[in-house]
Antibody, heavy 117, light 110 residues
């Protein structure tokens, strides 16, 4: 059964950094394009960024609000996706989900990031 | 950057039929945008309800159907049940695999 499990969320001060992880199982992670999506409290879903498979160059792409502050990477040997978040702002407060957004693939349960002084 | 629009809220009677739509600011939504519909209930993670316009995963009841309608993606619920009360999001894929999400529709079954 395909599964994605996020971790690494927590409370961080504005300007701080945090690294999220997403552990994948039950499918060939190395072949997958994987995305981070976030949801601020009481708000809708917002795409954060994506990383393509290594076969497709492991290219990354980011939404404008996080570009140059967030970095997505992957370790296919450990079936794990990462989201390095730097210079965090209060508006980055959200639940962060990893997802392939491919056909009926499931989403992770999310990890909560709170940016507050 | 495209803006994807959905009805903010809709109400349907139990057993009734309702259609949610998903439009794009930069033109018609087509099959090339692979429109998706996601259901999210309070306190739960999102779950794919429909993908590629009208394909239902095994867990999606047959009362949900997807289509293209008047340049928009559409989600029709026929025979609404109380458990269908949820937030529904659509997203479409643009070049490079970038998804753009709609703002979501809060569906009330009342």
């Amino acid at each position: 059964e395909m599964q994605l499990v996020e971790s690494g969320g927590g409370l961080v001060k504005p300007g701080g950094s945090l690294r999220l992880s997403c552990a994948a199982s039950g499918f060939t992670f190395a072949n997958a394009w994987v995305r981070w999506v976030r949801q601020a409290p009481g708000k809708g879903l917002e795409w954060v960024g994506l990383i393509k498979s290594n076969v497709d160059g492991a290219t990354t792409d980011y939404a404008a609000p996080v570009k140059d502050r967030f970095t997505i990477s992957r370790d296919d040997s450990k079936n794990t996706l990462f989201l390095q978040m730097n210079n965090l702002k209060t508006e980055d407060t959200a639940v962060y989900y990893c997802a392939t957004l491919f056909r009926s693939d499931p989403w992770g349960q999310g990890t909560l990031v709170i940016v507050s002084s | 950057q495209a803006v994807v629009t959905q009805e903010p809220s809709l109400t349907v009677s139990p057993g009734g039929t309702v259609t949610l739509t998903c439009g794009s600011s930069i033109g018609a939504v087509t099959s090339g945008h692979y429109p998706y519909w996601i259901q999210q209930k309070p306190g739960q993670a999102p779950r794919t309800l429909i993908y590629d316009i009208n394909i239902r995963p095994s867990w999606t009841p047959a009362r949900f159907s997807g289509s293209l309608l008047g340049g928009k993606a559409a989600l029709t619920l026929s025979g609404a049940q109380p458990e269908d009360e949820a937030d529904y999001y659509c997203f479409v894929l643009y070049s490079g695999g970038r998804p753009v999400f709609g703002g979501g529709t809060k569906l009330t079954v009342l």
